[in-house]
């Protein structure tokens, strides 16, 4: 029974969960000596999380090891954190709390914990990795730091089902966590089980739930960095293709944001990192109901850096010869080294042209306008978005306005939350996993502080 007890229980050993973990750890081996739980000085009383046994910091998680998530992110290679780490990269209703967090827990911040744990990283164009670009060695270094500290213990296959409040007329200030191994007593709590974003790596979005149950507010969640879906009919006919191009995404005819990379056609619609870039608006946009059911476009560019002007020349010239010393080819073999081949005729079924026919020298000015509208501004009516089973996070979640500045609940004192299960989100480049570092080792110092300022005063031999 006593092993059940512990000062501070972790709810999920993802990323946030596990730099929770070694945060805290690190916390309450500078307060109380360097010795471990059982010896140096000891506040132990009759705790029994101080004497029951070694471990005080417990995780617990649902899947059968930690992190598992960790493995899919960067294609395998972890690109977890970046250089650039900019406030306009995350989105939430309280960046100013954001920006507070990532002061403290910054860049420089970031490469010494990895460094700490043994994990020698590298910058490539500003974007940060493992030095051997495997994301395995993140896992594993994590875990093995964890396995190593005896003030922690990892439960994992342990699915936390809900958190029952310590009773106010007792002088037991231990939160109750029903699990799916029984029932484990914290002192402090830390909710870190990420958001319904990858479902198969254990998120279904507890955390949420539980917050609803405290009392909390959340800002409504939703997919982000994911796939958008059209029923433009060429789409079949392009799956598979992908091309660099700009793209702007409009809702209600305003323009709302735009972004440049690779897109990848697929049969349902766009995707790849440009349209992830873009998409938590696009989300947002149509996830409203009925008339609020707003009306969304992508235009795409798909000669990003060229004028008008300037592209009109070029087709000319590779069209009427004076590049090629060629005479007079139609537009299908004009274009032919400037798109992917399964693009030309939906660029020239959108412009109205016969490409098999036309020559540059024989469009009309209303032609050419149409055709450079098709290259430059080509519509893309959005009528829907992939799910959380492609999302790579979620946006929404629990309202920074309610929480403290250690990110502990001012609904319920003693419960902390950190990584995607707050509302943060952040563009691809690595800025959501340093949302999870940062904002876990913000909650797990947060919380040891206060168990050693308010050690809990429970009779031993419950
Ligand atoms: C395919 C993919 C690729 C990505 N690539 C990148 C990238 O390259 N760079 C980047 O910055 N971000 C990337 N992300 C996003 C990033 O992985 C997440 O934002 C980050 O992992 C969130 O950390 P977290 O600790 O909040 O949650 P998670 O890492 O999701 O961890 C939550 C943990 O809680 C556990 N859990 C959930 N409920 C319970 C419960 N009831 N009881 C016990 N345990 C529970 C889960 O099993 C899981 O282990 C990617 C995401 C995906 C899906």
């Known amino acids: 029974m006593k092993d059940r007890y512990y000062k501070i229980i972790i709810i ?12 805290s750890c690190a916390c309450l081996d500078r307060i109380k000596g360097r010795s471990g739980p059982a010896g140096g000085e000891s506040d132990a009383g009759s705790d029994p ?3 029951s046994c070694q471990a005080e910091i417990l995780i617990l998680e649902k899947k059968d090891r930690p ?3 960790i493995l899919a992110t960067g294609n395998g290679r972890c690109n977890l954190s970046n250089e650039n780490l900019n406030l306009s990269c995350y989105r939430s209703q309280d960046p100013d709390r954001v920006r507070d967090i990532l002061k403290f827990y910054d860049g420089e911040w970031t490469r010494r914990f990895f460094e700490s744990i043994g994990l020698y990283t590298k910058s490539m164009e ?9 994301a395995s060695s993140v896992r594993n270094l994590l875990e093995t730091s964890i396995n190593e500290k005896p003030r922690i213990r990892m439960l994992t296959e342990t699915e936390v089902q809900f958190i029952r409040e310590p009773a106010e007329d007792k002088p037991n200030p231990y939160y109750r966590i029903v699990t799916s191994q029984g029932v ?5 709590i830390i909710i870190t089980t990420g958001g319904y974003a990858g479902p198969s790596f254990g998120c279904s979005g507890d955390g949420f739930r539980i917050a609803e149950d405290m009392g909390h ?3 409504p969640p939703l997919p982000a960095l994911t796939a958008l879906v059209s029923k433009a009919p060429f789409l079949k006919k392009l799956n598979g293709v992908r091309c660099r191009a700009g793209i702007t995404l409009y809702i209600e005819g305003m323009k709302t944001a735009s972004d440049q990379g690779q897109i990848q056609w697929t049969d349902y619609g766009v995707s790849g990192v440009v349209v992830f870039q873009i998409s938590r608006y696009a989300v947002k946009a149509l996830s409203a109901s009925g008339k609020e059911k707003k009306r969304v476009l992508l235009t795409i560019d798909f000669m990003p850096g060229y004028e008008d002007k300037d592209l009109k020349e070029l ?21 032919e080294s400037l798109f992917h081949s399964k693009l030309i005729p939906v660029i020239l079924r959108e412009a109205g042209i016969d490409g098999d026919e036309e020559k540059a020298d024989s469009l009309t000015d209303k032609k050419w306008t149409k055709l450079l509208d098709a290259i430059r501004r080509f519509p893309l009516r959005i009528s ?6 492609k999302a790579q996070v979620t946006q929404g979640g629990v309202p920074l306005a309610e929480l403290d500045s250690g990110l502990q609940s001012l609904r319920r004192t003693g419960i902390y939350f950190a990584g995607e299960v707050i509302d943060v989100d952040g563009i691809c480049g690595g800025y959501n996993l340093q949302w999870a570092w940062s904002s876990g080792a913000a909650a797990g110092r947060a919380a040891a502080e206060a168990c050693m300022k308010s050690p809990a005063g429970v009779k031993a031999g419950k």
């Open 12 to 23: 999920g050993g993802g990323a946030s969960g596990l730099a929770a973990a070694l945060s």
């Open 49 to 51: 999380a101080q004497n």
């Open 67 to 69: 992190g598992s998530k």
């Open 126 to 134: 500003g974007y940060i990795y493992p030095y051997n670009e495997q």
């Open 184 to 188: 484990f007593y914290g002192e402090k």
């Open 217 to 219: 507010k959340l800002v």
């Open 315 to 335: 087709i000319r010239s590779l069209s009427d010869g004076q590049a090629l010393a060629s005479c007079g080819r139609p537009l299908t073999k004009a274009m």
């Open 384 to 389: 829907g978005y992939k799910g959380y089973d």
